[in-house]
């Protein structure tokens, strides 16, 4: 009896249709996805309050992070016309139905590493 085509996680590794080197692009790096984390941790949250929740990261390294995960759909930004200007931010849905499969790696590492 034939075994059934066990799922591929790339079918093309290198190629533009992966869909986990997509999220690889979007998510991968040292800070994005403690970023998330922090995020999905407040709902909502404001810049001065992020860089103190995510440990060692740099203001020019949390704001372009910021500006990629915005661009990419998974954060949104929020800007309060008063002074001094106030700037909250939170997930998208997008990024909330990632929540869960981050929370399977997390259990992943815990168990493994």
Same mark, same amino acid.
């Given at each position: 009896?034939?075994?059934?085509?066990?799922? /591929?996680? +790339? %079918?093309?590794?290198?190629?533009?249709? +992966?869909? #986990?080197? &997509?999220?690889? @692009?979007?998510?991968?790096? &040292?800070?994005?996805?403690?970023? #998330? +984390?922090?995020? %999905? @941790?407040?709902?909502?949250?404001? $810049?001065?309050? =992020?860089?103190?929740?995510? $440990?060692?990261? !740099? @203001? !020019?390294? #949390?704001?372009?992070? =910021?500006?990629?995960?915005? /661009?990419?759909? =998974?954060?949104?930004?929020?800007? $309060?016309?008063?002074?001094?200007?106030?700037?909250? $931010?939170? =997930? !998208?849905? &997008?990024?909330? !139905?990632?929540?869960?499969?981050? #929370?399977?790696? &997390?259990?992943?590492?815990?168990? @493994?590493?």
């Amino acid at each position: 009896m034939p075994r059934p085509k066990k799922e /591929s996680l +790339c %079918d093309d590794i290198a190629g533009n249709g +992966c869909g #986990l080197k &997509k999220v690889l @692009n979007i998510v991968g790096g &040292k800070w994005k996805i403690m970023i #998330l +984390c922090v995020i %999905d @941790n407040r709902e909502t949250v404001r $810049y001065g309050d =992020l860089r103190r929740a995510v $440990y060692g990261i !740099t @203001n !020019t390294m #949390l704001a372009q992070s =910021l500006k990629e995960l915005e /661009s990419d759909g =998974l954060v949104k930004r929020i800007q $309060y016309d008063e002074m001094p200007v106030r700037v909250e $931010y939170s =997930l !998208t849905h &997008k990024a909330s !139905t990632m929540i869960p499969i981050l #929370l399977e790696l &997390k259990k992943w590492g815990e168990a @493994n590493l």
